[in-house]
Nanobody
Framework: QRQPVESGGGVVQPGGSLRLSCVAS????????IAWFRQAPGKERELVSC????????HYADSVKGRFTISKRNTENTVYLEMNSLEPEDTGIYYC??????????????????????????WGQGTQVTVSS
């Protein structure tokens, strides 16, 4: 099965920055919603950000608004997550997730809500982000 590949994780001090990449070889990413999720030890996986198919609308979790920016480069089939002002609470494994073709960042059954993890079809292996002094 096709799988996106994440990279860019690492160890950074509080207040620092990282840029994560998700390479989606085999997809034409313009037609897919692509999200970043994260999972901290002992916690459930949570949505961080999503960039929509075709219109590139974005969604952010409240905890990262103003600090993280999602973007994509269609010609390279790559989605980025620029993370600034990192906090220890941002520590976790960051996963890239992709919908079915023409999927939206928002739930098909509840359009005012973001799509949950079970509504994404393809997942990467994840990249570790550790924010620690």
């Amino acid at each position: 099965q096709r799988q996106p590949v994440e990279s860019g994780g690492g160890v950074v001090q509080p207040g620092g920055s990282l840029r994560l990449s998700c390479v989606a070889s085999g997809w034409t990413i313009h037609y897919y919603a692509i999200a970043w999720f994260r999972q901290a030890p002992g916690k459930e996986r949570e949505l961080v950000s999503c960039i929509n198919s075709e219109d590139d609308r974005t969604h952010y979790a409240d905890s990262v608004k103003g600090r993280f920016t999602i973007s994509k480069r269609n010609t390279e089939n790559t989605v980025y997550l620029e993370m600034n002002s990192l906090e220890p609470e941002d520590t976790g494994i960051y996963y890239c997730a992709i919908t079915q073709v023409r999927g939206q960042c928002w739930s098909p059954t509840s359009p005012s809500r973001p799509r949950n993890q079970y509504q994404y079809s393809y997942w990467g292996q994840g990249t570790q982000v550790t924010v620690s002094s």
